[in-house]
């Protein structure tokens, strides 16, 4: 007999849920910490910090395999409901070992050392950038520094810089765009160009290999066998696709924290060595990726819970990262916070592995950003949230005004 489910109806996916994910979740922590939801086919959700890390310490049982069911539609994966797309994102869809060169042969061009050749060539472009839009006083983060991730993927690819806006535009479109509008058929005609175009470089780098970092994945062997291209290019997409949004979405978290933080503001500009301090604090209070799942491969409990194999399980990192046994006073935002652990990177053997990507990109936004318009002013009446099929809690259209108190002096 099936035991009786705690349950608890969280669509993680609707407006709702979106509106009140802070409040539900604190609810959860204390009456249900593990619970059942029928939506999406049903999920485990897990809110407190201790089960949701345990969870991805336990890749053997707690799998991101993508799997495909006999009917042809897929299973599992690092999402709910599952992606039903025919390729599988590498490494992130897939378990170890298969997935351990790949993640190793990334995580090599991703390293802080590794990094720091491109910390000059980022600041220029984030300069460059700041000069085109500071004559109309405001730019929109989305559409202006949203290209900024793409640029720097140009040069961990070791691309045409060029082609920044051709490799960020379409994995910000999926988020921001409608449905069925010509705009949305137009960035999945662009999305095809880029696989295209990434397929190509993969086959002539393994052809003609150079001194690069796509030339090392694709001549990376495992068992003695180079890694298949098609494993390499999902990879290459991976990169993308993880690093593109939720980078721009970590920035608007991070400089609304700032606005609304007179007192935080102050600091950051009088001493920026502060900075990196400040943008983990408020990536922890606000997520970029609101939650990870993963299926279950063996029956198992989970606090006294008894869940089966084959089930999913989703992981909010929201809450994980406002649980107060980990984060004392959860909801105040303190840039000294002693315990840094939160959970905004994931954990375990598929924890982000661009996270000193994400952090130099930030940091060095942040820190230009503050230079040179001390005074920006987020224009929160003209914000606007994602809600639905994102899986990326950030904003489709975010403008900041760059100089405000100077705007209103000229008046
Ligand atoms: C603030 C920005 C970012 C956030 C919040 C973030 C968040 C995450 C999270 C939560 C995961 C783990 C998902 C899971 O376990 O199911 C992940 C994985 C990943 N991220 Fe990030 N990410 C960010 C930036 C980046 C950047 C800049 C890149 C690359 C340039 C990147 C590339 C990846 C890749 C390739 C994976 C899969 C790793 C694996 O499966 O081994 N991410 N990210």
């Not at 009786?4 to 609810?27: F, G, L």
């Not at 890749?59 to 994966?77: H, K, M, V």
């Not at 062997?221 to 290019?233: K, R």
């Not at 916070?337 to 990177?345: A, C, D, G, Y």
Request: proline share 8%; glycine share 6%.
């Amino acid at each position: 007999m099936t035991p009786t489910r705690p349950t608890c109806p969280v669509d993680h996916h609707s407006a709702d849920y979106i509106a009140n994910a802070q409040e539900t979740h604190a609810r959860l922590r204390e009456e249900c910490p593990v619970g059942w939801s029928d939506e999406h086919g049903g999920f485990w959700v897990l809110s407190r910090y201790r089960e949701i890390k345990d969870a991805l310490k336990r890749p053997e049982l707690f799998s991101s395999a993508r799997i495909q069911r006999e009917d042809g539609t897929w299973d599992g994966g690092a999402a709910v409901p599952a992606n039903q797309s025919s390729t599988l994102l590498y490494p992130l869809e897939i378990d170890p070992p298969e997935s351990s060169p790949y993640r190793a042969a990334i995580a090599k061009w991703m390293s802080r050392s590794a990094l720091e050749q491109h910390r000059e060539p980022l600041t220029a472009y984030i300069n460059a950038t700041l000069d085109r839009v500071e004559p109309t006083g405001r730019m929109d983060i989305v559409t202006e520094i949203g290209m900024m991730p793409g640029y720097m993927v140009a040069l961990l690819l070791g691309i045409d810089p060029e082609l920044a806006p051709r490799i960020a535009w379409p994995f910000n479109a999926m988020d921001v765009l409608e449905r069925d509008t010509p705009e949305f058929a137009e960035a999945q005609e662009q999305m095809g160009w880029l696989v295209g175009f990434l397929a190509e470089l993969c086959r002539s780098r393994r052809e003609n290999p150079g001194d690069d970092n796509v030339s090392a994945l694709v001549m990376t062997e495992f068992d003695g066998e180079p890694l298949p291209l098609s494993g390499c290019l999902s990879t290459i997409m991976t990169v993308i696709g993880g690093g593109v949004a939720t980078t721009t979405a970590a920035l608007e978290h991070c400089l609304g924290v700032i606005d609304s933080h007179p007192e935080i503001r102050a600091r950051l500009i009088a001493d920026p060595s502060l900075i990196p301090q400040a943008v983990e604090e408020a990536i922890r209070i606000h997520p970029p990726v609101l939650q990870v799942a993963r299926r279950l491969l063996e029956d198992t409990t989970v606090d006294g819970v008894q869940m089966f194999a084959g089930e999913r399980v989703l992981g909010s990192v929201l809450s994980a990262n406002h649980d107060s046994s980990v984060f004392p006073n959860p909801e105040a935002i303190d840039i000294d916070r002693p315990v840094k652990s939160h959970l905004t990177f994931g954990f375990g053997v598929h924890r982000c592995v661009g996270i000193e990507v994400a952090r130099m990109e930030l940091n060095l936004m942040i820190g230009s950003l503050l230079k040179r318009f001390p005074d920006f002013r987020v224009v929160r009446e003209e914000c606007r949230r994602f809600v639905g099929e994102s899986h990326n809690n950030g904003y489709s259209v975010f403008p900041i005004e760059l100089a405000p108190k100077m705007a209103a002096a000229a008046v």
